[in-house]
Structure formats: structure tokens, C-alpha cells
């Protein structure tokens, strides 16, 4: 199959792209999208019957540990070290007026 890319498309892809292409540029450029498309095409002839759909080549699990609350609530001891403390938290200079 043919693709056959307008000059009006080109137009509008390099607006969508902002480039600024010569003649000659978007010459080339029409042919190589015309040949991207022609390749779809041919990938879309496939019979893929029987082939499950997937994401990624190689099996991918997920690699992180749990979510594990291990201190939990420590504030007490936290506050400890505190300068200052008003109602459970932590108390400090005013830096807006």
C-alpha cells in the first residue's frame, strides 16, 4: 500500500512540531513518513492470532518490598529534641508577616 502524505499535512505536523523546514527538508520528510506508514501496513498484515497482548518484552514484576510501618507513631520521642513545642508539634520562629 501507498501512503501518500499531502503538503497540507506536512504543513500542519511541522506547525505541531514547531519547524521551520526548507523545501528540500520537508521533501525528505514526506518520504520517510510515507515509508513509516508503509512499514505499519505491513507490520498490520501480521496474523496475530493466538499472540497475547503484553507491554513489555520481558517479564516484568514488580521489584519493590511491601509498605511496612516499622517505628510507627514516635512523635513523643521525636519531640524530645525539640527547642521549642506548642500542641504536639514542633514550634518555630515566625518567618512570615
Same mark, same amino acid.
Given at each position: 500500500?501507498a501512503?501518500?502524505? +499531502?503538503?497540507e499535512?506536512? $504543513?500542519?505536523? =511541522?506547525i505541531? #512540531?514547531? !519547524? $521551520? !523546514? +526548507? $523545501? $528540500?527538508e520537508?521533501e525528505? #520528510?514526506?518520504? @520517510?513518513?510515507e515509508?513509516?506508514? @508503509?512499514?505499519?501496513?505491513?507490520?498490520?498484515? !501480521?496474523?496475530t492470532? =493466538? %499472540?497475547?497482548p503484553?507491554? &513489555?518484552?520481558?517479564p516484568? &514484576?514488580?521489584?519493590?518490598?511491601?509498605?511496612? %510501618?516499622?517505628? =510507627?507513631?514516635?512523635?513523643?520521642?521525636? !519531640?524530645?529534641?525539640?527547642? #521549642?513545642?506548642?500542641? =504536639?508539634?514542633?514550634?518555630?520562629?515566625k518567618t512570615?508577616?
Amino acid at each position: 500500500m501507498a501512503n501518500i502524505i +499531502s503538503d497540507e499535512t506536512m $504543513e500542519y505536523v =511541522g506547525i505541531l #512540531a514547531k !519547524l $521551520e !523546514l +526548507s $523545501e $528540500e527538508e520537508k521533501e525528505q #520528510a514526506k518520504k @520517510d513518513m510515507e515509508t513509516m506508514l @508503509d512499514y505499519i501496513d505491513q507490520l498490520n498484515e !501480521l496474523d496475530t492470532t =493466538g %499472540v497475547e497482548p503484553m507491554s &513489555h518484552v520481558f517479564p516484568v &514484576h514488580n521489584v519493590f518490598r511491601e509498605d511496612v %510501618v516499622t517505628n =510507627g507513631d514516635d512523635s513523643e520521642n521525636m !519531640l524530645k529534641n525539640a527547642p #521549642a513545642k506548642k500542641d =504536639g508539634a514542633f514550634m518555630v520562629p515566625k518567618t512570615v508577616e
